[in-house]
């Protein structure tokens, strides 16, 4: 009903950024919030940020100041600009959203920050 696709990850050395793109299948004005979550090996899966249709953001602590999160309603998309990244970043990142009574995630994509 919902399809989220991330893309924008790779490898990047500390210190440089990246912009990751969430393409949602639906109007993102009727969805309240979507969010950025992120995965590390042997980790739990863990909030990064999120943005709510009336444009209010949230971040987590170690990414303040470093990620921003936007969105563009004219083309169904949410981005989230990674600035200074650091190894410790290094993770699956993965958007969500909920519409209706369900929850829909993306498939994931890759961010490797080296040292």
């Known amino acids: 009903q919902v399809q989220l696709v991330e893309s924008g990850g790779g490898l990047v050395q500390a210190g440089g950024s990246l912009r990751l793109s969430c393409a949602v299948s639906?109007?993102?004005?009727?969805?309240?919030?979507i969010n950025w979550y992120r995965q590390a090996p042997g980790k739990q899966r863990e909030l990064v940020a999120g943005?709510?249709?009336?444009?209010?953001?949230n971040y987590a602590d170690s990414v303040k100041d470093r990620f921003t999160i936007s969105r563009d309603n004219a083309k169904n998309t949410v981005y989230l600009q990674m600035n200074s990244l650091k190894p410790e970043d290094t993770a699956v990142y993965y958007c969500?959203?909920?519409?209706?009574?369900?929850?829909?995630w993306g498939q994931g994509t890759q961010v490797t920050v080296s040292s």
């Open positions: 639906q109007t993102i004005f009727s969805i309240n919030a």
């Open positions: 969500k959203c909920r519409y209706g009574l369900y929850d829909y």
């Open positions: 943005i709510t249709s009336g444009g209010s953001t």
